[in-house]
T-cell receptor, first 116, second 112 residues
Framework: DAGVTQSPTHLIKTRGQQVTLRCSPKSGHDTVSWYQQALGQGPQFIFQYYEEEERQRGNFPDRFSGHQFPNYSSELNVNALLLGDSALYLC???????????????FGPGTRLTVL | GENVEQHPSTLSVQEGDSAVIKCTYSDSASNYFPWYKQELGKRPQLIIDIRSNVGEKKDQRIAVTLNKTAKHFSLHITETQPEDSAVYFCAASTQGTYKYIFGTGTRLKVLA
């Protein structure tokens, strides 16, 4: 039973560029949430996708966008990168439809993004 | 807005002693409170959780208590071991939103 996977592991970009991060949820899960974790901080909620739609969004600018595919995998896109976007980006999966624990999220290993 | 405060930010204990980490949440509609352990360079791992209809939950050396009136919850680790050393995060979630508001983390060091 595969857990949550993310790619790539590390990424280096320069200011102004665009980046796409990918997440595959745990087997049987239908919901993906994305978090940004700055160094030494707790994860901050970016948004959540269910049934290929964004159902919740945190306090992040429109430069942050996402997508969910029919197989439940998800992408996080960040445009016009800023130095402050450097962080660990975590995705977490859960099961909203029919699961006994819709509020329990399991995290992937994260993508470390460095913006120079 | 929604907020979760976590204390202390760092905690050092001797092996075998107990460790307690406390969190306070602001949203009275919060009803689910997970705790995650994050080792250096690794993913956050769920170690225990509690729902608002329960006051206490225990799993071997780990326990969590919830005081809904005071809006705070705590993680208790007994008989600490060196492998318990990590950063611990509390979080709060509101039914229907399923988004987590995390605390700022506690770095626990268990000294052998």
């Amino acid at each position: 039973d595969a857990g949550v996977t993310q790619s790539p592991t590390h990424l280096i970009k320069t200011r102004g560029q665009q980046v796409t991060l990918r997440c595959s949820p745990k087997s049987g899960h239908d919901t993906v949430s994305w978090y940004q974790q700055a160094l030494g901080q707790g994860p901050q909620f970016i948004f959540q996708y269910y049934e290929e739609e964004e159902r919740q969004r945190g306090n992040f600018p429109d430069r942050f966008s996402g997508h969910q595919f029919p197989n439940y995998s998800s992408e996080l896109n960040v445009n016009a990168l800023l130095l402050g976007d450097s962080a660990l980006y975590l995705c977490a999966s859960s099961s909203l439809a029919g699961g006994p624990r819709p509020d329990t999220q399991y995290f992937g290993p994260g993508t470390r993004l460095t913006v120079l | 807005g929604e907020n979760v405060e976590q204390h202390p930010s760092t905690l050092s204990v001797q092996e075998g002693d107990s460790a307690v980490i406390k969190c306070t949440y602001s949203d009275s509609a919060s009803n689910y409170f997970p705790w995650y352990k994050q080792e250096l360079g690794k993913r956050p791992q769920l170690i225990i959780d509690i729902r608002s209809n329960v006051g206490e939950k225990k799993d071997q050396r780990i326990a969590v208590t919830l005081n809904k009136t005071a809006k705070h919850f705590s993680l208790h680790i007994t008989e600490t071991q060196p492998e318990d050393s990590a950063v611990y995060f509390c979080a709060a979630s509101t039914q229907g939103t399923y988004k987590y508001i995390f605390g700022t983390g506690t770095r626990l060091k268990v000294l052998a």
